[in-house]
């Protein structure tokens, strides 16, 4: 089945919901900011079902607890539902950052998903008509500032395997490449994310080409995300090698921004949060798959029920690919005993948009 035959599908499956509830998340992370999220449970028909808002703004989700969901009750079809957030503002006050409605907008129609699936006893894989295979994972960190591989030399030592996303910046220079080189291997950093793509958020990453040329060279094999393609770092990717190790991450909200990127990507960051509905999300799957663009999953530092839902989408469409969604321990700032090893295997299958 293709995917939008089988969205449509999905797009026609009963919904009841009777109410909605919220439950703000927190936690401590690997990258030294609290974390909040805020979970959505939508119940109906004796059943449940449950989705993450990932907005990173905390003040966003305290205003939200405090002023609550529109009214969300009623008998609708999937797609009736979908189309209803479309017109309503789930924002008490305007966020800072536009995307954080597609955040909100994800948390709410995952969990709707979920619930409409759970209500007609299927399962997402079943509805795609595709197998849940184990899911291969990279862990994503910094290094710090100053930069250190004690993080990595941690990891390891506890998972022998475990693979890096990192996060490059003007503080690298060469002695730290050859520490990470020594630590774990150059060939066991399978994306490096320059950052470059962000505007106003905390992670923005100025165009560094003395710090992309050093990253290019020392991890020859590495995929580079979100450079920032600037008068002084653009020559770097004029070569179709080089080209071909890019990924694309915050830029992407849909297929429209993929057909605007300067060159047709051979990878990409899918988080399926940024693009805000369930349809949006498929039909950018479908999108790459007809044209062989890599995928992989995307984190957001999820503490819920949305990492289940990352990890679920990764076996379902792009298990095979250095996926950043490991298991949520490994985001803990302490790093503990009993982290599972790649690739994750799915669980015993449940009804709804479970994994």
Known sequence: ????????????????????????????????????????????AGESGVGEDVTYEADDHHALAEHGLPDLTGEFTFGEFSQRLVDLDLFPTAPDREVFRNYRRWGLESA????????????LASELDRSRDPV????????????????????????????????????????????????????????????????GTAVDAPADPTLYELVLESFPDAVIEDPALTD?????????????????????????????????P?????????????ESLLETIAYCEERDISMYGGGQFELGVGRGHIQLLASLCYPATPNDVAPGAYNDPTVGDGLPPSPLEPPVASTGFRW
């Open 112 to 123: 709707a998903l979920d619930l409409a699936l759970r209500q007609a006893e299927t399962t």
């Open 136 to 199: 291969r994972f990279v862990t994503s960190t910094r290094l710090g500032e100053p930069p250190t591989t004690d993080r990595l030399e941690q990891l390891r030592e506890r998972v022998p395997e475990i693979e890096f996303k990192l996060d490059p910046t003007t503080t690298w220079d060469r002695e730290l490449v050859t520490r990470v080189g020594e630590t774990v291997g150059t060939d066991a950093v399978q994306i490096l994310d320059l950052k470059g793509q962000y505007a």
């Open 232 to 264: 002084e770092t653009e020559s770097l990717f004029d070569e179709a090698a080089v080209r071909e190790r890019v990924s694309w991450d915050a830029p992407i909200h849909g297929v429209s921004d993929i057909e605007a990127l300067p060159w047709e």
């Open 266 to 278: 051979e990878w990409l960051n899918v988080k399926p949060s940024r693009f805000g509905s369930v």
């Open 1 to 44: 089945m293709d995917l939008q035959t089988a969205f449509d599908h999905l797009a026609d499956l009963s919904l009841s919901i009777d109410d909605a509830t919220t439950e703000r998340l927190s936690s401590e992370t690997s990258s030294e900011f609290t974390r909040v999220t805020t979970e959505f449970t939508l119940t109906g």
